[in-house]
Protein backbone atom coordinates (compact mmCIF):
# COMPACT_ATOMS: atom_id res chain seq x y z
CA UNK A 1 0.00 0.00 0.00
CA UNK A 2 0.98 3.43 -0.99
CA UNK A 3 -0.17 7.12 -0.73
CA UNK A 4 0.49 8.69 -4.55
CA UNK A 5 -0.55 12.33 -3.58
CA UNK A 6 -1.93 14.46 -0.59
CA UNK A 7 -3.09 17.73 -0.58
CA UNK A 8 -4.00 19.65 2.73
CA UNK A 9 -5.12 22.48 3.10
CA UNK A 10 -5.92 24.77 6.64
CA UNK A 11 -4.54 21.65 8.34
CA UNK A 12 -3.01 22.61 12.06
CA UNK A 13 -0.66 24.54 10.94
CA UNK A 14 -0.40 23.81 7.65
CA UNK A 15 -1.73 26.14 5.01
CA UNK A 16 -1.32 24.27 1.97
CA UNK A 17 1.14 21.23 1.01
CA UNK A 18 1.06 19.48 -2.12
CA UNK A 19 3.38 16.28 -1.85
CA UNK A 20 3.86 13.24 -4.07
CA UNK A 21 5.62 11.39 -1.78
CA UNK A 22 8.41 8.77 -2.90
CA UNK A 23 7.40 4.81 -2.66
CA UNK A 24 9.90 3.68 -0.82
CA UNK A 25 11.36 6.34 2.18
CA UNK A 26 10.32 9.49 2.94
CA UNK A 27 12.30 11.79 5.33
CA UNK A 28 10.47 15.06 7.00
CA UNK A 29 13.36 16.80 8.78
CA UNK A 30 13.17 19.95 10.34
CA UNK A 31 13.42 22.07 13.82
CA UNK A 32 10.35 21.79 16.46
CA UNK A 33 7.07 22.73 16.38
CA UNK A 34 7.32 23.36 12.15
CA UNK A 35 4.33 20.78 11.53
CA UNK A 36 6.01 17.57 10.74
CA UNK A 37 3.78 15.45 13.20
CA UNK A 38 1.32 17.43 11.72
CA UNK A 39 1.50 15.78 8.67
CA UNK A 40 1.87 12.72 10.08
CA UNK A 41 -1.03 12.86 11.79
CA UNK A 42 -3.11 13.82 8.81
CA UNK A 43 -1.91 10.30 6.94
CA UNK A 44 -2.55 8.78 10.20
CA UNK A 45 -6.20 10.17 10.13
CA UNK A 46 -7.57 7.86 6.80
CA UNK A 47 -7.26 4.40 8.37
CA UNK A 48 -10.33 6.14 10.05
CA UNK A 49 -8.66 5.63 13.20
CA UNK A 50 -8.94 8.52 15.70
CA UNK A 51 -5.95 10.60 16.18
CA UNK A 52 -2.71 8.83 17.58
CA UNK A 53 -2.47 12.65 19.57
CA UNK A 54 -6.07 12.38 21.09
CA UNK A 55 -7.03 15.08 19.34
CA UNK A 56 -10.62 16.48 18.85
CA UNK A 57 -11.79 16.88 15.18
CA UNK A 58 -11.95 21.40 15.56
CA UNK A 59 -8.59 21.06 16.89
CA UNK A 60 -7.30 19.98 13.33
CA UNK A 61 -8.34 23.10 12.06
CA UNK A 62 -6.07 25.56 11.43
CA UNK A 63 -6.45 28.35 13.95
CA UNK A 64 -8.97 30.97 12.20
CA UNK A 65 -10.51 28.88 9.92
CA UNK A 66 -13.31 27.06 10.00
CA UNK A 67 -12.53 24.02 8.04
CA UNK A 68 -9.82 22.14 7.34
CA UNK A 69 -9.37 19.39 3.79
CA UNK A 70 -7.40 16.34 3.38
CA UNK A 71 -7.03 14.36 -0.03
CA UNK A 72 -5.32 11.30 -0.69
CA UNK A 73 -4.67 9.23 -3.95
CA UNK A 74 -3.07 5.71 -3.07
CA UNK A 75 -3.23 2.25 -4.27
CA UNK A 76 -4.01 -0.64 -2.39
CA UNK A 77 -5.92 -3.73 -2.70
CA UNK A 78 -4.34 -3.65 -6.40
CA UNK A 79 -6.53 -0.54 -7.33
CA UNK A 80 -6.02 3.48 -7.04
CA UNK A 81 -8.16 4.61 -4.28
CA UNK A 82 -8.92 8.67 -3.62
CA UNK A 83 -10.17 9.94 -0.12
CA UNK A 84 -10.90 13.21 0.96
CA UNK A 85 -11.81 14.30 4.69
CA UNK A 86 -13.23 17.73 5.40
CA UNK A 87 -13.67 18.73 9.06
CA UNK A 88 -15.89 21.31 9.84
CA UNK A 89 -19.07 22.41 10.66
CA UNK A 90 -20.15 20.43 7.47
CA UNK A 91 -17.79 17.06 7.98
CA UNK A 92 -17.18 15.47 4.60
CA UNK A 93 -15.83 11.67 4.10
CA UNK A 94 -15.74 10.08 0.88
CA UNK A 95 -13.96 7.20 -0.80
CA UNK A 96 -13.89 6.71 -4.31
CA UNK A 97 -15.98 9.79 -4.93
CA UNK A 98 -18.33 7.44 -2.92
CA UNK A 99 -19.88 9.23 0.88
CA UNK A 100 -18.99 7.24 3.96
CA UNK A 101 -21.33 7.73 6.47
CA UNK A 102 -18.71 7.53 9.79
CA UNK A 103 -14.54 7.30 9.21
CA UNK A 104 -14.15 3.35 11.08
CA UNK A 105 -15.54 2.58 7.22
CA UNK A 106 -12.39 3.65 6.14
CA UNK A 107 -10.79 1.39 8.64
CA UNK A 108 -9.24 -1.80 6.56
CA UNK A 109 -9.48 0.44 3.34
CA UNK A 110 -6.12 2.14 4.19
CA UNK A 111 -4.02 0.92 6.49
CA UNK A 112 -0.38 2.46 8.79
CA UNK A 113 1.46 1.32 11.63
CA UNK A 114 2.22 4.33 13.24
CA UNK A 115 5.12 5.05 16.30
CA UNK A 116 5.36 8.06 17.91
CA UNK A 117 6.76 9.04 21.28
CA UNK A 118 3.59 9.04 22.33
CA UNK A 119 3.74 5.24 22.12
CA UNK A 120 5.84 4.35 24.75
CA UNK A 121 3.17 4.06 26.91
CA UNK A 122 3.22 1.08 25.56
CA UNK A 123 5.98 -0.39 27.71
CA UNK A 124 5.84 2.85 30.35
CA UNK A 125 2.44 2.74 31.44
CA UNK A 126 0.10 0.56 32.80
CA UNK A 127 -1.67 -2.69 31.55
CA UNK A 128 -4.72 -0.44 30.01
CA UNK A 129 -2.32 0.78 27.33
CA UNK A 130 -1.01 -2.90 26.36
CA UNK A 131 -4.56 -4.05 26.50
CA UNK A 132 -5.86 -0.86 24.08
CA UNK A 133 -2.93 -2.16 22.00
CA UNK A 134 -3.63 -6.02 21.48
CA UNK A 135 -7.33 -4.71 21.35
CA UNK A 136 -6.71 -2.27 18.12
CA UNK A 137 -4.86 -4.74 16.73
CA UNK A 138 -7.61 -7.30 16.59
CA UNK A 139 -10.43 -5.58 15.80
CA UNK A 140 -8.70 -4.52 12.56
CA UNK A 141 -8.29 -8.16 11.33
CA UNK A 142 -11.57 -9.73 13.45
CA UNK A 143 -14.80 -7.48 13.32
CA UNK A 144 -16.71 -9.63 15.74
CA UNK A 145 -13.85 -9.18 18.67
CA UNK A 146 -15.02 -5.87 19.26
CA UNK A 147 -18.67 -6.96 19.53
CA UNK A 148 -17.10 -9.30 22.18
CA UNK A 149 -15.30 -6.58 23.83
CA UNK A 150 -18.33 -4.62 23.97
CA UNK A 151 -20.64 -7.41 25.44
CA UNK A 152 -18.23 -8.58 27.84
CA UNK A 153 -17.68 -4.55 29.35
CA UNK A 154 -21.40 -4.62 29.35
CA UNK A 155 -22.10 -7.81 31.48
CA UNK A 156 -18.80 -7.03 33.88
CA UNK A 157 -20.66 -3.07 34.23
CA UNK A 158 -24.04 -5.17 35.40
CA UNK A 159 -21.94 -7.84 37.42
CA UNK A 160 -20.52 -4.72 39.71
CA UNK A 161 -23.41 -3.44 40.40
CA UNK A 162 -25.50 -6.81 41.08
CA UNK A 163 -22.41 -7.39 43.66
CA UNK A 164 -23.39 -3.94 45.05
CA UNK A 165 -26.87 -3.70 45.18
CA UNK A 166 -27.24 -7.30 46.94
CA UNK A 167 -25.47 -5.79 49.96
CA UNK A 168 -29.37 -4.65 50.66
CA UNK A 169 -31.49 -6.58 48.46
CA UNK A 170 -29.99 -10.48 49.10
CA UNK A 171 -32.17 -12.00 46.65
CA UNK A 172 -30.82 -10.79 43.86
CA UNK A 173 -27.36 -13.15 44.15
CA UNK A 174 -29.89 -15.67 42.76
CA UNK A 175 -28.83 -13.92 39.33
CA UNK A 176 -25.25 -13.69 39.56
CA UNK A 177 -24.90 -17.10 38.23
CA UNK A 178 -26.39 -16.46 34.61
CA UNK A 179 -24.01 -13.48 34.59
CA UNK A 180 -21.41 -14.92 35.43
CA UNK A 181 -21.98 -17.69 32.19
CA UNK A 182 -22.43 -14.37 30.26
CA UNK A 183 -18.91 -13.07 31.11
CA UNK A 184 -17.35 -16.28 31.27
CA UNK A 185 -18.23 -17.10 27.47
CA UNK A 186 -17.06 -13.82 26.18
CA UNK A 187 -14.38 -13.54 28.82
CA UNK A 188 -13.19 -16.85 27.40
CA UNK A 189 -13.48 -15.89 23.48
CA UNK A 190 -11.38 -13.20 23.72
CA UNK A 191 -8.55 -14.58 26.21
CA UNK A 192 -8.38 -17.09 23.46
CA UNK A 193 -7.83 -14.81 20.65
CA UNK A 194 -5.55 -12.35 22.84
CA UNK A 195 -3.37 -15.76 23.36
CA UNK A 196 -3.24 -16.51 19.65
CA UNK A 197 -2.39 -12.95 18.71
CA UNK A 198 0.03 -12.20 21.40
CA UNK A 199 2.12 -15.73 20.56
CA UNK A 200 2.25 -14.28 17.01
CA UNK A 201 3.11 -10.57 18.40
CA UNK A 202 5.81 -12.62 20.09
CA UNK A 203 7.08 -14.37 17.09
CA UNK A 204 7.26 -11.60 14.82
CA UNK A 205 8.29 -8.79 17.42
CA UNK A 206 11.36 -10.94 19.07
CA UNK A 207 12.65 -11.60 15.32
CA UNK A 208 13.05 -7.77 14.74
CA UNK A 209 13.98 -7.00 18.41
CA UNK A 210 17.33 -9.62 17.96
CA UNK A 211 17.68 -7.81 14.77
CA UNK A 212 17.70 -4.19 16.25
CA UNK A 213 20.23 -5.04 19.34
CA UNK A 214 22.78 -6.80 17.04
CA UNK A 215 21.67 -10.32 18.14
CA UNK A 216 22.89 -9.85 21.76
CA UNK A 217 18.91 -9.01 23.49
CA UNK A 218 15.91 -11.22 23.65
CA UNK A 219 12.39 -9.63 23.95
CA UNK A 220 9.55 -12.24 24.75
CA UNK A 221 6.04 -10.86 25.30
CA UNK A 222 3.26 -13.19 27.56
CA UNK A 223 0.11 -13.10 28.30
CA UNK A 224 -0.42 -12.00 31.98
CA UNK A 225 -4.16 -13.48 32.50
CA UNK A 226 -5.73 -13.57 36.12
CA UNK A 227 -7.60 -16.22 34.38
CA UNK A 228 -4.95 -18.78 32.86
CA UNK A 229 -1.24 -18.66 33.13
CA UNK A 230 -0.80 -21.19 30.25
CA UNK A 231 -0.50 -21.04 26.51
CA UNK A 232 -3.86 -23.54 26.03
CA UNK A 233 -6.08 -21.27 23.51
CA UNK A 234 -8.52 -23.80 23.87
CA UNK A 235 -12.08 -21.63 24.32
CA UNK A 236 -14.19 -24.60 26.13
CA UNK A 237 -11.22 -24.87 28.56
CA UNK A 238 -10.95 -21.21 29.18
CA UNK A 239 -14.59 -20.83 29.68
CA UNK A 240 -14.39 -24.10 32.42
CA UNK A 241 -11.01 -22.48 34.16
CA UNK A 242 -12.61 -18.53 34.23
CA UNK A 243 -15.85 -20.19 35.99
CA UNK A 244 -13.64 -21.59 38.73
CA UNK A 245 -11.58 -18.27 39.24
CA UNK A 246 -15.35 -16.25 39.57
CA UNK A 247 -16.46 -19.11 42.53
CA UNK A 248 -13.06 -18.76 44.34
CA UNK A 249 -13.62 -14.67 44.15
CA UNK A 250 -16.45 -14.45 44.85
CA UNK A 251 -16.49 -13.62 48.44
CA UNK A 252 -13.87 -10.88 47.52
CA UNK A 253 -15.48 -9.94 44.87
CA UNK A 254 -19.15 -9.46 46.88
CA UNK A 255 -16.82 -7.75 49.73
CA UNK A 256 -15.31 -4.85 47.21
CA UNK A 257 -18.48 -4.85 45.01
CA UNK A 258 -15.63 -5.28 41.61
CA UNK A 259 -15.04 -8.36 39.86
CA UNK A 260 -11.39 -9.47 40.86
CA UNK A 261 -10.42 -12.19 37.78
CA UNK A 262 -11.39 -11.52 33.91
CA UNK A 263 -9.66 -10.19 30.94
CA UNK A 264 -10.58 -6.81 31.65
CA UNK A 265 -6.89 -7.40 33.98
CA UNK A 266 -5.43 -8.87 31.17
CA UNK A 267 -1.65 -7.23 30.87
CA UNK A 268 1.53 -8.19 28.04
CA UNK A 269 4.56 -8.25 30.27
CA UNK A 270 7.28 -7.27 27.99
CA UNK A 271 10.92 -8.69 28.74
CA UNK A 272 14.04 -8.57 27.71
CA UNK A 273 16.51 -11.23 28.38
CA UNK A 274 13.70 -12.30 31.01
CA UNK A 275 13.43 -8.39 32.90
CA UNK A 276 10.64 -6.55 32.93
CA UNK A 277 11.22 -3.76 30.24
CA UNK A 278 9.36 -1.22 31.57
CA UNK A 279 11.34 -1.51 35.31
CA UNK A 280 14.51 -2.23 33.59
CA UNK A 281 14.85 -0.79 30.10
CA UNK A 282 16.59 2.05 29.11
CA UNK A 283 15.05 4.72 27.02
CA UNK A 284 16.76 3.15 23.78
CA UNK A 285 15.63 -0.65 25.01
CA UNK A 286 12.28 0.98 25.61
CA UNK A 287 11.97 2.10 22.29
CA UNK A 288 13.32 -0.64 20.44
CA UNK A 289 10.90 -2.79 22.25
CA UNK A 290 8.10 -0.39 20.99
CA UNK A 291 9.50 -0.90 17.22
CA UNK A 292 9.54 -4.17 17.44
CA UNK A 293 5.95 -4.52 18.36
CA UNK A 294 4.82 -1.83 15.96
CA UNK A 295 6.44 -3.53 13.09
CA UNK A 296 5.70 -6.62 14.28
CA UNK A 297 1.60 -5.59 14.18
CA UNK A 298 2.48 -4.80 10.60
CA UNK A 299 3.95 -8.22 9.56
CA UNK A 300 0.69 -9.53 11.46
CA UNK A 301 -1.12 -7.13 8.89
CA UNK A 302 0.64 -7.90 5.95
CA UNK A 303 0.27 -12.15 6.37
CA UNK A 304 -3.73 -10.77 6.84
CA UNK A 305 -4.10 -8.13 3.71
CA UNK A 306 -1.48 -9.36 1.32
CA UNK A 307 0.54 -6.29 1.24
CA UNK A 308 2.04 -4.18 3.25
CA UNK A 309 0.60 -1.35 5.67
CA UNK A 310 2.35 2.25 5.03
CA UNK A 311 5.04 2.43 8.41
CA UNK A 312 4.62 6.37 9.70
CA UNK A 313 7.26 6.79 12.39
CA UNK A 314 7.42 10.13 14.01
CA UNK A 315 11.08 11.17 15.86
CA UNK A 316 11.77 7.33 16.62
CA UNK A 317 15.66 8.07 15.39
CA UNK A 318 16.90 10.00 18.27
CA UNK A 319 17.91 7.34 21.55
CA UNK A 320 18.48 4.81 18.48
CA UNK A 321 22.59 4.08 18.31
CA UNK A 322 23.63 3.78 14.60
CA UNK A 323 23.14 -0.48 14.28
CA UNK A 324 19.82 -0.04 15.44
CA UNK A 325 18.87 3.04 12.72
CA UNK A 326 21.16 0.97 10.07
CA UNK A 327 18.69 -2.32 11.08
CA UNK A 328 15.53 -0.51 10.84
CA UNK A 329 16.04 1.24 7.87
CA UNK A 330 17.56 -2.10 6.21
CA UNK A 331 14.17 -3.74 7.79
CA UNK A 332 11.62 -1.53 6.12
CA UNK A 333 12.64 -2.56 2.72
CA UNK A 334 9.81 -2.11 -0.21
CA UNK A 335 6.98 -0.49 2.43
CA UNK A 336 6.19 3.40 2.28
CA UNK A 337 7.70 4.83 4.87
CA UNK A 338 7.26 8.10 6.42
CA UNK A 339 9.70 8.99 9.10
CA UNK A 340 10.30 12.68 11.19
CA UNK A 341 13.32 14.11 12.89
CA UNK A 342 15.16 16.69 13.84
CA UNK A 343 18.86 16.02 12.56
CA UNK A 344 18.66 15.12 8.86
CA UNK A 345 22.51 13.71 9.28
CA UNK A 346 21.27 10.32 10.32
CA UNK A 347 19.69 10.04 6.81
CA UNK A 348 22.87 10.75 4.83
CA UNK A 349 24.04 7.41 3.73
CA UNK A 350 20.23 6.49 2.08
CA UNK A 351 21.08 6.49 -1.43
CA UNK A 352 17.13 6.27 -2.43
CA UNK A 353 13.80 8.09 -1.35
CA UNK A 354 13.06 12.03 -0.89
CA UNK A 355 14.22 14.00 1.59
CA UNK A 356 12.10 17.30 2.45
CA UNK A 357 12.71 19.63 5.25
CA UNK A 358 9.54 20.66 7.10
CA UNK A 359 9.02 24.55 7.81
CA UNK A 360 6.81 26.60 9.28
CA UNK A 361 4.08 24.24 7.28
CA UNK A 362 5.48 24.29 4.24
CA UNK A 363 7.33 21.25 2.87
CA UNK A 364 11.02 22.05 1.45
CA UNK A 365 12.36 20.47 -1.56
CA UNK A 366 8.97 18.40 -2.16
P1 LIG B 1 8.73 18.53 17.11
O1 LIG B 1 10.05 18.35 16.41
O2 LIG B 1 8.88 19.38 18.32
O3 LIG B 1 8.00 17.28 17.36
P2 LIG B 1 6.91 19.12 14.91
O4 LIG B 1 7.53 19.67 13.67
O5 LIG B 1 6.54 17.69 14.90
O6 LIG B 1 7.84 19.46 16.14
P3 LIG B 1 4.12 19.65 15.10
O7 LIG B 1 3.67 19.00 16.33
O8 LIG B 1 3.83 19.00 13.80
O9 LIG B 1 5.67 20.01 15.25
O10 LIG B 1 3.52 21.12 14.94
C1 LIG B 1 3.40 21.89 16.02
C2 LIG B 1 2.95 23.26 15.59
O11 LIG B 1 1.66 23.24 15.02
C3 LIG B 1 2.89 24.07 16.88
O12 LIG B 1 3.62 25.25 16.72
C4 LIG B 1 1.41 24.33 17.07
O13 LIG B 1 1.17 25.56 17.64
C5 LIG B 1 0.88 24.27 15.64
N1 LIG B 1 -0.52 23.91 15.62
C6 LIG B 1 -1.13 22.86 16.21
N2 LIG B 1 -2.44 22.88 15.97
C7 LIG B 1 -2.68 23.96 15.21
C8 LIG B 1 -3.85 24.53 14.64
N3 LIG B 1 -5.06 23.98 14.81
N4 LIG B 1 -3.70 25.67 13.91
C9 LIG B 1 -2.49 26.24 13.72
N5 LIG B 1 -1.36 25.74 14.24
C10 LIG B 1 -1.44 24.63 14.97
MG1 LIG C 1 6.81 16.16 16.29
Redesign the pocket.
Known amino acids: MKIDKICLTDF ?2 IETLQLEPDAGVNIIY ?10 MEAVWLFTGAKSFRGAKEN ?5 GKERCALEISFTGSGRENTAQMVFGQQKKLLLNELPLKSSGELSGKFCCVVFSPVHLALVKDGPAARRRFLDTCICQMLPSYLQALSEYSRVLSQRSCLLRDSREHAALLDTLEIWDMHLVQYGAYILSVRKRFVGKLQHHAAEIYSGLAGNTEKLSLQLASTIDGTEEDDRKLLEQRFMEKLHQNRAEDLRLGTTGVGIHRDDVDILIDGKHARSYGSQGQQRSCVLALKLAESGILQEKMGENPIILLD ?1 VMSELDHHRRDFLLNYLGDRQVWM ?1 C ?1 DPQYFFSLKNGKTMR ?1 EHGRLIGA
Open positions: RNGDNAQGKTNLELIRFDTCM
